[in-house]
């Protein structure tokens, strides 16, 4: 027999199935990665077309059968319509939710995964936080709730705590000065090593509180990158859709958080 249970989580996905319904996946907070269907969920004036759009954030009432879940009622607290307004928000929070997706397993302990995801999208919305940054921090710590994050608090080959300048991707984490000339290695600033330190060993809830200098964040996407192309075996169709977007954005003067032109912003005022 099966039984009703009520469920937080967030949509991360969902797909058409026959004429009226959906299929969704969502990151639970009780029962980790899971897949449900929603009744008659693209039918006009359905209450369940809303609750069942992708970012949709609160309690899930379904029906669990022996093989299945089945979604009754969904109680949204936040739908993320903000992130909507914008190509650029829209496709970093789209990549999000498939990272989530990457790692999220079923029947697992989820809980810190959905609050990054909660707070990530979050930091998207906030006006005063680089997307880039806040792309970077979700990156590493997922990696660092999955258990695949680089070891940066000392060197890889001596154990030598200080003078951690060099990042090889090879060996997973950092090397001092003198065993970085030995081998292929990434410089490493030392305030891209205090922030990637600050990330990985933080709450949570305190992980959007602080910006980087272009030259450090930049020093940090490339560390990340080369790491996550060794590490994460899967494209993100989100992120080409992001990374063409932002080759187009480079060449246009537009505000990447309001999508407006600054000209415009001063003739508004």
């Given amino acids: ?11 991360l996905s969902a797909v058409p199935v026959g004429e009226y319904d959906k299929r969704i996946t969502l990151l639970t907070k009780e029962r980790g990665k899971i897949s449900a269907f929603v009744r ?49 928000n ?34 998207l919305e906030k006006e005063s936080l680089e997307n880039r940054l806040v792309r970077r921090i979700f990156e590493l710590k997922t990696l660092v709730i999955n258990g695949e994050y680089p070891n940066v608090f000392s060197c890889l080959n001596c154990g030598r705590e200080e003078e951690l300048h060099w990042f090889s991707t090879r060996r997973g984490g950092t090397l001092c000065g003198r065993c970085g000339q030995q081998g292929a290695a990434v410089p490493l600033n030392a305030s891209t090593l205090y922030a990637m330190q600050y990330i990985i060993t ?31 075996e899967r494209n993100f169709h989100a992120l080409q859709i ?25 003739q508004l005022q």
């Fill in 90 to 123: 829209a496709c970093y929070g789209f990549y999000f939710l498939e990272l989530a997706d990457y790692y999220a397993r079923e029947n697992t302990d989820e809980i810190h995964m959905l609050k990054l995801l909660y707070q990530s999208l979050r930091a």
């Fill in 242 to 266: 992001l990374e063409e977007n932002d080759s187009l954005m480079a060449s246009v003067p537009v505000s990447r958080k309001t999508g407006e032109h600054p000209d415009e912003n001063q």
């Fill in 40 to 88: 008659r969920a693209r039918r006009p004036g359905s209450q369940m077309m809303a609750a069942c759009s992708p970012f949709s954030f609160g309690q899930f009432e379904v029906y669990e059968g022996r093989s299945s879940y089945t979604v009754i009622k969904g109680e949204i607290s936040n739908y993320f319509r903000e992130l909507a307004r914008n190509l650029d």
């Fill in 1 to 11: 027999m099966g039984q009703t249970i009520v469920l937080t989580g967030m949509v």
């Fill in 202 to 232: 933080s709450d949570i809830e305190k992980l959007y509180t602080f910006i980087l200098s272009p030259e450090i964040l930049e020093n940090l996407e490339k560390i990340m990158d080369e790491y996550l192309a060794v590490y994460v």
